[in-house]
């Protein structure tokens, strides 16, 4: 059974900078593109990120220039790097595949941007 565990989140002010990590068992880590949602309070779940096996990443708009994501195929963990964050990245991140059939959700973790 795939496990997802995601960590990292925490509260930091506007311009701030995180580096969540999402650490992944039960599955061929190396061989699936994996990538980054997030669901702020009363929206749907958005993806955020996703980073291809070879590396080939692909952002949202309201991300570019400010995330970074990436991975370490021998630690079978991917990583989301923050900065400039702003308010509205307010959510609970979580980590999956990049495509449908996703495996179940982890915990997430909480990512708060306030002054």
């Known amino acids: 059974q795939v496990q997802l565990v995601e960590s990292g989140g925490g509260l930091v002010q506007p311009g701030g900078s995180l580096r969540l990590s999402c650490a992944a068992s039960g599955t061929i880590f190396n061989i699936i593109a994996m990538g980054w949602y997030r669901q702020a309070p009363g929206k749907q779940r958005e993806p955020v990120a996703i980073i291809t096996n070879g590396g080939v990443t692909n952002y949202a708009d309201s991300v570019k220039g400010r995330f970074t994501i990436s991975r370490d195929n021998a630690k079978n963990t991917v990583f989301l790097q923050m900065s400039s964050l702003k308010p509205e990245d307010t959510a609970v991140y979580y980590c999956?595949?990049?495509?449908?059939?996703?495996?179940?959700w982890g915990q997430g973790t909480q990512v708060t941007v306030s002054a």
């Open positions: 999956n595949k990049a495509s449908s059939p996703l495996y179940s």
